[in-house]
């Protein structure tokens, strides 16, 4: 994945389009899906589908609404009250029906698409601040290929008719190089190869065991994401 420095409007228009399609295939799989459904059990330890559904909700909230500080020349926090809160939201919707569950996916991933299609090149040019990062910046461009990953990753952790098998080839092909630098980085100085077993496997597994979401024989299982 580019820097935020780098990233053309080309690749912005990319990302933008392997998000929204990735919204479109997560809203298909959700049609018709019942409470039951929504209370087992996600990829994620202690996570129903319940849990994975809201985070995905108050993920898109939390971009936009740092989409619209930076169209008023502010940088806020992704999420308002920081990890904690963001936790205790998750904690206190996960428990919802079904039906207000996926209302509020669908109407928070068209709340952020909106903020997309209204930013000005003031507002791509801005910074947010993520609450997961120690207060780090993000430019506010860089956020749409975040939640393109969160959309991918999370889609297969709702263990539906989608697996990490399933990801956009597009979105595989340009975050498997971002997460080889990523892994390379949390090494010692001198390590920068991927093990040799890694290097064997097709880019859809190398990038499920780089976010944690694979386990394979003899290497060990990087931190999820």
Not at 74 to 102: C, F, M, P, T, W
Not at 114 to 142: E, F, L
Request: net charge negative; glycine share 8%.
């Amino acid at each position: 994945m580019p820097t935020p420095d780098e990233l053309s409007a080309r690749e912005l228009d990319a990302h933008v389009a392997g998000c929204s399609a990735a919204h479109q295939r997560l809203l298909a799989d959700l049609d018709g899906r019942d409470d039951e459904w929504c209370r087992g059990e996600s990829a994620l330890p202690s996570w129903t589908r319940g849990h994975v559904l809201t985070h995905l909700a108050r993920n898109a909230e939390s971009h936009a609404r740092m989409f619209a500080a930076a169209g008023e020349s502010r940088e806020a926090e992704q999420y308002e009250g920081g990890s904690a809160a963001r936790n205790a939201a998750i904690e206190s919707g996960h428990a919802r029906s079904a039906k207000d569950l996926v209302a509020d996916v669908r109407r928070t991933i068209y709340m952020l698409e909106s903020g997309w299609s209204s930013a000005t090149p003031a507002v791509w040019s801005g910074h947010g601040i993520k609450s997961h990062s120690g207060g780090a910046r993000v430019k506010i461009s860089d956020l749409v290929f975040m939640r393109w990953r969160e959309t991918e990753v999370h889609h297969s952790d709702l263990l539906a008719s989608v697996s990490f098998a399933d990801w956009s080839p597009d979105y595989v092909r340009r975050d498997l190089d971002y997460q080889v630098m990523q892994w390379r980085a949390r090494k010692p100085m001198g390590l920068t190869v991927l093990p040799e077993e890694a290097l064997k496997l097709a880019p859809h597994d190398r990038l499920a065991w780089l976010l944690g979401r694979l386990d394979v024989d003899g290497l060990a299982k990087p931190e999820a994401f």
